[in-house]
């Protein structure tokens, strides 16, 4: 199993990144899949998480009304839109799968990609 997140980079406060993650190796349709965070010096964070048929969604408060998770089924891909992007939201991104409801807890997710960078400039 794989989960290849893209699509961080440098970006100033206020701007917008969409982070992708493909998946692999698994039957994608029948896991939810969120997002977490982990900025330098603090613990991993959820972000968003979605259901495995895109019906249900959870956010954290810090990021409600910012970021929007979705999915693509058919191209096995969880995408994370941030919009009005702040300073404080600079950390690694992790996107992760599991086989329960969606979750916000990080210890219910079966599997984890390697991260990608998001550095927001103030």
């Known amino acids: 199993v794989q989960l290849q997140a893209s699509g961080g980079g440098l970006v100033q406060a206020g701007g917008s990144l969409r982070l992708s993650c493909a998946a692999s190796?698994?039957?994608?349709?029948?896991?939810?899949t969120g997002w977490f965070r982990q900025a330098p010096g603090k613990e991993r964070e959820f972000v968003a998480t979605?259901?495995?048929?895109?019906?249900?969604?959870i956010y954290a408060d810090s990021v409600k009304g910012r970021f929007t998770i979705s999915r693509d089924n058919a191209k096995n891909t969880v995408y994370l839109q941030m919009n009005s992007l702040k300073p404080e939201d600079t950390a690694v991104y992790y996107c992760?799968?599991?086989?329960?409801?969606?979750?916000?807890?990080?210890?219910?997710?079966?599997?984890w990609g390697q991260g990608t960078l998001v550095t927001v400039s103030s």
């Open positions: 992760a799968a599991t086989q329960s409801r969606n979750t916000v807890v990080a210890g219910m997710y079966d599997y």
């Open positions: 190796g698994l039957t994608f349709s029948s896991y939810a």
């Open positions: 979605i259901s495995w048929s895109g019906g249900r969604t």
